[in-house]
């Protein structure tokens, strides 16, 4: 496939992001190809109710993403949505989301203008929070929606409905919804389970439970949650997506969740698989099997 129009998305205040930007789209017009760039936060919006929008054109071909996962989960919900194939470029450690090193992009790259690498549909869920009655705020989430209390040891109770069917309350420290994408990150973190990428499903996980016996749940995509406070909190309650934008969270307002009509497109790395990366970033021991069976 030829691709006539390509974007650029760099960490903001990244300085070798920037430079390797600059670099990148120097060499994607010197091949005759219209690029369009722009920094974005990685992270840094835990006080917004909302996101930058993009100034990109939404028919672009593909967008490169430098950075980190923090930076790639900005593109996706400004972006994302658009269904532009994006390959993540990892400027540091290895990630979750930006599979391509720095070292691998132009190659990478190369190989995605002359569409020789794989397209991966990853669910995307989109939250709406309700105060009394009407909408104040709407976000799409690549990784989870989270509700969590302050630093103080008091627990806060969530009534969670799914399909408009009472589940249960979870008398907990938080509660984690996440996507088969972010299911690797907090979700982990909490006990919950790692569901493959590709997956159509989404878990509910509770952040240290009072009581024990509460698990997390695995739901198919086509459920509806619904969560409101059980009764109020005596400390301030954040609602956060991604990890990235949030604001706080009262009694009587209800986080709605339900999948977006719109799935990311992520491109695949051609040089390493989903497990390989599972192994590195978990530390689960991959280099034993490759010592007995030998580099393939």
Not at 113 to 135: H, N, P
Request: aromatic share 8%; with cysteine; charged share 20%.
């Amino acid at each position: 496939m030829s691709h006539r129009t390509i974007g650029i998305i760099y960490k903001r205040s990244f300085e070798l992001a920037r430079q390797e930007a600059q670099k990148l789209e120097n060499w994607l017009k010197g091949k005759g190809l219209a690029v369009f760039s722009e920094e974005v936060s990685g992270g840094e919006n835990l006080n917004s109710h909302q996101d930058t929008p993009s100034n990109f054109p939404k028919d672009m071909d593909a967008l490169v993403v430098l950075g980190g996962d923090g930076t790639l989960l900005g593109a996706a919900r400004t972006v994302g949505q658009y269904g532009i194939p994006i390959l993540g470029v990892n400027i540091g450690a290895l990630g979750f989301l930006t599979e391509i090193p720095l070292k691998r992009l132009y190659p990478a790259v190369e190989m995605m203008l002359q569409g020789q690498l794989e397209v991966e549909s990853r669910l995307m869920l989109e939250t709406r929070v309700l105060r009394d009655k009407s909408e104040i705020c709407r976000f799409l989430v690549l990784n989870d929606v989270v509700i969590n209390k302050g630093a103080l040891a008091r627990i806060i109770d969530l009534d969670v409905h799914i399909n408009e069917q009472f589940l249960t309350t979870f008398r907990s420290d938080g509660l984690i919804i996440s996507t088969p994408t972010g299911s690797t990150a907090y979700n982990l973190s909490a006990g919950g389970p790692i569901l493959y990428p590709t997956l159509t499903n989404f878990v509910v996980t509770p952040i240290c439970p009072f009581s024990l016996t509460n698990r997390p749940i695995i739901l198919p995509d086509s459920d509806t949650v619904s969560i409101g406070m059980g009764k109020e909190s005596e400390e301030k309650v954040s609602l956060t997506f991604d990890g990235q934008v949030g604001f706080d969270f009262s009694y009587g307002d209800r986080v709605v969740i339900n999948k977006s009509k719109n799935k990311i497109k992520l491109i695949k790395s051609p040089d390493q698989t989903y497990f390989e990366i599972l192994r590195a970033k978990l530390m689960w021991g991959g280099a034993t099997y490759n010592q007995k069976h030998g580099d393939h």
